[in-house]
């Protein structure tokens, strides 16, 4: 089976709704923007995004309290790699019972065709590494919302939580402007940064990551875990065809 083209419509799924109210967009990314040729940059870049409305965050919320009760813990959900099968098995239940979406956009950066890491020879390179990630992270939203999940202006505020990693005021400025001068993306009512300590639900989008960078990047074949039972994995080396990852997909 091929991967599924952006532009093929005939092979969408159809559109999910939610019901009236507030839909955060959690945001984490796996990697680094940096480039490729630099041996202290991750060869391959991810941005992870939980699609949660208000109403399934009570859920997603009562599952995480009943896990850390049961393992009598508080620390962040990343120090629980031991029980990634126990914690998938909460991320498939409110995948399927609650309606909540996850979402990893992927890329190994020698394989990307898109702007802004690129490299003209050995020592000049034409890119920017903020300007990078704000372009994976605009044509993931604009994926998202074209392909992906139907808003309605009147009846969803959207609020989007990205985990706490622009270094500068001036960096989420410049991102919220990008994000909110984009014809193709809705209204936000607010674009916020925390610290993935004070949110579970940037915590549970860091961990959506490490399932698929396990998978896809660090080639685990002996998985406990099937990521795609509760994720949907996007190819984004061609910003231009993003093309859903399969199973069978190479």
């Given at each position: 089976?091929?991967?599924?083209?952006?532009?093929?419509?005939?092979?969408?799924?159809?559109?999910?709704?939610?019901?009236?109210?507030?839909?955060?967009?959690?945001?984490?990314?796996?990697?680094?923007?940096?480039?490729?040729?630099?041996?202290?940059s991750s060869r391959y870049y991810q941005l992870?995004?939980?699609?949660?409305?208000?109403e399934a965050m009570a859920s997603m919320h009562k599952h995480l309290s009943a896990f850390r009760y049961f393992k009598d813990s508080g620390k962040e959900l990343k120090k629980h790699e031991r029980d990634a099968k126990l914690?998938?098995?909460?991320?498939?239940?409110?995948?399927?019972?609650?309606?909540?979406?996850?979402?990893?956009?992927?890329?190994?950066?020698?394989?990307?065709?898109?702007?802004?890491?690129?490299?003209?020879?050995?020592?000049i390179f034409t890119y920017n590494p903020n300007k990078f990630r704000n372009f994976v992270v605009r044509r993931s939203f604009e994926y998202i919302f074209s392909k992906l999940i139907l808003i309605d202006s009147e009846n969803h505020n959207l609020e989007i939580v990205f985990d706490r990693y622009l270094d500068s005021e001036a960096?989420?400025?410049?991102?919220?402007?990008?994000?909110?001068?984009?014809?193709?993306?809705?209204?936000?009512?607010?674009?916020?940064?925390?610290?993935s300590e004070y949110s579970e639900a940037v915590q549970v989008s860091d961990f959506i990551?490490?399932?698929?960078?396990?998978?896809?990047?660090?080639?685990?074949?002996?998985?406990?875990?099937?990521?795609?039972?509760?994720?949907?994995?996007?190819?984004?080396?061609?910003p231009d065809t993003i093309c859903e990852k399969r199973p069978d997909t190479p």
């Open positions: 089976m091929n991967p599924i083209n952006e532009n093929n419509s005939t092979e969408q799924r159809t559109r999910i709704t939610f019901g009236k109210g507030r839909v955060f967009l959690f945001v984490d990314e796996t990697g680094d923007p940096g480039h490729p040729s630099e041996t202290s992870n995004i939980a699609i949660v409305h208000r914690l998938a098995g909460v991320f498939e239940d409110l995948a399927k019972k609650n309606n909540v979406i996850f979402t990893s956009f992927i890329l190994e950066k020698e394989k990307y065709t898109g702007p802004y890491l690129k490299k003209i020879n050995e020592n960096d989420e400025e410049n991102l919220k402007k990008y994000l909110r001068g984009n014809y193709r993306l809705p209204a936000f009512e607010k674009i916020v940064q925390v610290d990551g490490r399932f698929v960078k396990e998978y896809c990047f660090d080639g685990n074949e002996n998985m406990t875990v099937d990521v795609f039972d509760f994720i949907r994995i996007f190819i984004l080396e061609n």
